[in-house]
């Protein structure tokens, strides 16, 4: 049983109280900052420790010394006197170090706050991670303001030019293809559509409420609203991101909620930028709105297409990566920074920059670099993007108290009102259009979930600190509303998605990876889908994804990725390559005497020949090998439908028993013809019995035509059913012998009696149909029998030329 903790407390509940009172006394050096700029600098320069004349003592202040005047002569040659001041052992100087300081130290609080929480499971269980950040930053920022000092405000370049890179960067390089190239459609429409309804209906409900409210608001003209909707309209990346991992809600609806909060980003731009030019202007034209509507596709299609060329890059500079290892993970770190920051150059969107760079160089530079290099950039992105996120809550807290506001019931009521509204109203009526296009619909609780997830955050916080006081005077208002809408969103939804999650019973993300069978059958059903849309002449995403994959695998991979690593044979070569250097090995030591014969040598490797001296011990593998080798059955065993060959519906691949029965088919055919071909041009000896295949052939190509042979009394006759008279599971057979005396009176009445025609009487049940020994019948009679009841080959239907033509 553990002991008690302080004051009856238990060590975790301590422990973050620890954390929590260390971090908000360390900015204490922060709270008077600039009071140490006038007074501790003017003071403490000559204020230091110094070592007594005595034995070694130290002490807090200089002792009385004498100074010593000692003359100098200038360059004039008139002399002035200088005053010789004792040398400080220990001094102060903040403002050298104030910059990195502070910033260091709200790192540290952003880390203990984090490690605070999670001690405490219990609070982090009922309240998101977010909430509590906010929480400590409006603590931080009063006790800041509480001391007479102004607390700091997130400005809008610090976060977008060092914050929210992080976040994007690692969404965009770990972000799951699968799920975001199959619902993508869904995802833009969501995105594009859905972010210019919220943006119009909120812009156009809010100029409505302004044009009958009271002042100032009715000073607020259209423009300024629809720049307004603009802002609060999209969700946020980094709030969607901190809820949604919380609750582990499914792939499907987490993909669908975070890539529109990344895809909405170029809408965001461009109605921003569109509006506040518009707002500087008296009279928009039509050419300025088409304008606008051109500027959403360069924006978008620019900012992706900035990030494929830095990502084609990096991924082509890893490729002579491998003899400096440590520099691989800056490659990856510095080409997508370099893609956001030439998007934000130009204008365009730096988000999309970022996940097009992060897509495109992932598969070649993983396949380039070491497996140390992979873990390092996994790690540092994690870990770079959780303090971002931090940091981004806590400033927004701390914004909170710093900044100046105008509360209007009205205005912020009305927002934050139309806001919900119009969530609801665009995910219902898109997800009624976009059920008409899909398999897998959504059904009410997802679309509930997905109206539910639209949080906002700190992007539309730090546009509205953008806007321009000169021409928005009503600024301060806007952050008001934004602010509100944020907090409600973050606390009110961000705290009640869990319960309702669990309420609706809406299925959970699977915390277990997917087993090599599952792999295998879903690439198998990629390839089968292929096939199908192939055949059908439908040109699907697996249609396209296949060719996009040979493109890939035929050019761009023989360019990006390096060496062999790049050949589809690789793993076998390699296996080669190494069976053949431990071959050499073992020769060398002298050891392959001492294997035998029968062993191969895939197993060579398994043996130790017992005499083998110390000195002649066989290198053990090096890590380097081993990591390729698990770089090539990494890369290798997720790949196996790359493998197989596309369906085409010109050029199908047969059927192995559909071709193995052509074959027999085939066979037969010839045998016939071969047949065929002998009885008509080679004669049959007249005394010789004819065989049963013969005797059935004969019979079943032509009955009328057989005729007994002179000298087959002793012969058995052959009757076959009248019903049908082709049918050889018909034929049997009765002794002659037993019919003796009939047989010869009919052979008196008729010269030319031809087959004996008999019904056949009915098997009884369990008996074998076309052979039924009689019970008088001889054991050699039974054995003719059987092998005459052989039914044989089928004739084709369409034969009516017999086998022996008559008269022969």
């Known amino acids: 049983m553990p002991g008690p903790g302080f004051c009856g407390l238990s060590p975790l509940r301590v422990f973050p109280s620890v954390f929590v009172v260390a971090a908000l006394l360390g900015l204490l050096p922060v709270l008077r900052s600039h009071g140490l700029q006038n007074t501790v600098t003017s003071k403490v320069s000559t204020m230091g420790l110094y070592i007594g004349p005595g034995e070694g003592d130290v002490t807090s202040a200089p002792p009385e010394v004498k100074q010593e005047v000692h003359p100098m002569t200038n360059h004039s040659g008139t002399p002035h006197m200088k005053t010789r001041k004792a040398f400080p052992v220990l001094g102060i100087d903040y403002p050298h170090v104030r910059t990195p300081f502070e910033v260091s130290l709200w790192i540290l609080l952003a880390c203990l706050m984090k490690l605070g929480f999670h001690v405490i499971p219990t609070i982090s269980s009922i309240v998101p991670e977010s909430c509590l950040l906010i929480v400590v930053g409006l603590l931080v920022g009063g006790l800041i303001k509480g001391v007479g000092e102004s607390p700091p405000i997130l400005e809008s370049k610090i976060f977008f030019l060092f914050l929210l890179p ?39 409900l809010m100029y ?32 969607v991101l901190a809820v949604f991992e919380e609750i582990h809600i499914n792939e499907l609806l987490h993909i669908l909620v975070f890539g529109e909060s990344l895809l909405n980003d170029a809408v965001t731009v461009v109605l921003y930028h569109l509006f506040e030019e518009f707002a500087g202007i008296d009279h928009v034209t039509f050419f300025d709105i088409v304008l606008g509507f051109l500027s959403f596709f360069v ?38 920074y370099m893609a956001y920051l030439s998007a934000e150059l130009f204008h365009l969107s730096g988000i999309m920059a970022l996940i097009a760079s992060g897509v495109m160089m992932r598969p070649y530079v993983e396949a380039n670099i070491s497996h140390k290099s992979h873990t390092t950039i996994k790690y540092f992105l994690k870990m770079w993007s959780s303090i971002s996120e931090t940091l981004i809550f806590i400033f927004l807290g701390v914004s909170t108290v710093a900044g100046s506001h105008h509360w209007n019931w ?60 000169t021409h928005f005077p009503m600024r301060e208002l806007f952050l008001t509303a934004i602010i ?17 999650v669990d309420l609706l019973a809406v299925k959970k993300k699977q915390e277990s990876k997917r087993s090599i069978n599952e792999e295998i059958h879903t690439q198998f059903l990629d390839h089968l889908l292929t096939g199908i849309e192939d055949i059908c002449g439908h040109y699907g995403h697996h249609h396209w994804k296949d060719k996009l994959n040979r493109f890939n695998k035929k050019y761009v991979k023989k360019c990006l990725i390096a060496g062999e690593r790049s050949n589809e044979p690789q793993l076998i070569a390699f296996y080669h390559k190494m069976e053949m250097k431990q071959a050499i090995e073992l020769v060398e030591s002298g050891a392959m005497g001492k294997i035998p014969p029968a062993v191969s040598t895939v197993s060579m490797q398994n043996i130790h020949p017992k005499g083998l001296p110390s000195e002649r011990i066989l290198p053990a593998l090096s890590k380097d090998k081993e990591e390729e080798i698990r770089k090539i059955l990494r890369n290798n065993l997720q790949k196996t439908r790359q493998r197989l060959k596309s369906y ?69 006759i052959i009757t076959i059913d009248p019903a049908s008279p082709q049918s050889p599971e018909s034929v049997d057979l009765v002794n002659e012998e037993l019919k003796g005396k009939d047989s010869v ?64």
């Open 166 to 204: 992080p976040i994007i960067l690692d969404a965009g390089y770990f972000l799951p293809l699968r799920p975001f190239t199959e619902n993508l459609g869904t995802i833009l429409i969501f995105a594009v559509v859905g972010t210019l309804w919220n943006a119009f209906f909120l812009g156009g």
């Open 299 to 336: 924006v978008s299609l620019g900012g992706v297409f900035v990030g494929v060329v830095y990502g084609i890059t990096a991924a082509f500079t890893s490729r002579f990566t491998s003899h400096i290892r440590v520099i691989e993970p800056l490659f990856v770190f510095l080409y997508s």
């Open 648 to 716: 085409n519906r010109h050029t199908l691949v047969a059927d192995p028993f559909e071709e193995a029965w052509n074959q027999m088919l085939l066979r037969r055919q010839k045998v016939r013809q071969l047949e065929q071909k002998i009885n008509n041009y080679l004669t049959v000896p007249a005394h010789k019995l004819d065989s049963p295949t013969m005797s059935r052939a004969r019979i079943g190509s032509d009955p009328l035509a057989y005729e007994p042979k002179p000298d087959s009394e002793n012969l058995p």
């Open 410 to 469: 009205t205005f912020v009521i009305s927002t934050l009102l139309f806001c919900l509204i119009a969530r609801v109203l665009g995910v219902l009526g898109l997800t009624w259009f976009i059920n008409k296009f899909r398999i897998v619909k959504l059904t009410p609780k997802d679309q509930f979930i997905i109206a539910y997830g639209g949080l906002r955050g700190a992007i539309a916080f730090s546009l509205g600190y953008l806007l321009d006081v």
């Open 745 to 808: 009176l009919e052979e008196e009445e008729d010269d030319d009696p031809g087959l004996m025609m008999h019904p056949k009487e009915p098997s009884s049940p369990g008996t074998d149909d076309v052979f039924t020994p009689g019970p008088g019948d001889s054991p050699s009679t039974q054995r003719m029998l059987r092998c005459l009841s052989d039914p044989g080959p089928r004739p084709e239907p369409g034969e009516g030329e017999p086998f022996i033509p008559k008269g022969q």
């Open 208 to 239: 409505a409420v302004c044009l009958v409210g009271e002042p100032p608001i009715n000073e607020i003209g259209l423009l300024d609203n629809l720049l307004f909707g603009s802002i609060i309209s999209a969700v946020d990346p980094v709030a």
């Open 484 to 500: 509100t809408v944020i907090f409600f969103t973050v606390f009110v939804q961000g705290m009640t998605i869990r319960p309702l």
